[in-house]
């Protein structure tokens, strides 16, 4: 069977609106006995409430089954101490690997973006210099993710790419990210289902991130044309998704068309 990476927000539901046929389509891959993992670059929730959000619109899996940035971050630091601009809802899972601190930090890791008033006061020009102070102190800049802009239900918004090229262009030093599309966030997932990239899908709504970062390790990659995708994108994009279809609910029957 196929082990298969699906995104989350723009995949399977957009500022909380759930794309039509997801929860059938995530039931009908497990009823044919695929392998899944959810591979999410958000930055805003603690995975336990991701979890419990996707089970409300009809989402059938355990907390364990979504694979997110901030742990993957915390994993990554463990140990260190770190200054985080980041949401203050995914500190718990940070706090479970590093120690949170506000000075005399070994690594400074920024966060994501959302349509609160908390996303200004993560990256108030305070936090920032603090950051840039660390930075010119020798700390590692780290970024859960480089994105530059994010689809919700009131269209694009800023993300937090902006800040972290700010960042890197003052502390004239490039950034390690940790989300996709790095190789090593999706060889996790991966590592997790015991699957090898040549045996594996991702199904995602950015052609970059998701597809392009999926493709470089040697997986299959399928675009929907949900979220935030873009005609032009998918026309510009190198590589090319495998398959582009409408949305997650003609999944299964493409899975199955390819086994056949």
């Known amino acids: 069977m196929t082990a298969i990476l699906l995104d989350i927000d723009g995949v399977l539901h957009v500022s909380g609106d759930p794309i039509p046929g ?11 006995g695929h392998r899944l993992r959810f591979v999410t670059n958000n930055t805003t929730r603690a995975r336990a409430r991701l979890a419990r959000e996707l089970q409300a619109i009809g989402i059938e899996l355990d907390e364990h089954e979504v694979s997110t940035t901030p742990i993957a971050g915390g994993k990554l630091l463990e140990g260190m101490r770190v200054l985080a601009l980041t949401m203050a809802s995914v500190r718990e899972d940070l706090a ?40 010119r102190e020798g700390a590692r800049l780290v970024c859960l993710h480089k994105n530059r802009w994010w689809q ?82 998918l026309e510009e994009a190198d590589p090319q998704p495998d398959a582009v279809i409408g949305s997650i609910a003609e999944l299964p029957a493409w899975i199955e068309a390819e086994a056949a």
């Open 22 to 32: 997801a929860a059938d389509a995530v039931r009908a891959l497990r009823a044919d």
């Open 96 to 135: 479970a690997y590093v120690t949170l601190v506000e000075e005399d930090a070994e690594a400074v890791l920024l966060g994501g973006a959302d349509e609160t008033a908390e996303t200004g006061e993560v990256f108030a020009y305070e936090n920032l210099n603090r950051a840039f102070a660390a930075l």
């Open 152 to 233: 919700t239900a009131d269209g694009p918004l800023l993300d937090a790419g902006a800040f972290v090229a700010g960042l890197e262009y003052a502390a004239q030093m490039e950034a390690e990210i940790v989300g996709k599309p790095t190789a090593a966030y999706f060889e996790a997932a991966l590592a997790e289902l015991d699957s090898k990239p040549s045996e594996a899908v991702m199904v995602g709504d950015d052609v970059e991130a998701d597809i392009g970062g999926a493709k470089q390790i040697g997986m299959r990659g399928v675009l929907v044309r949900t979220g935030k995708f873009r005609p032009a994108a």
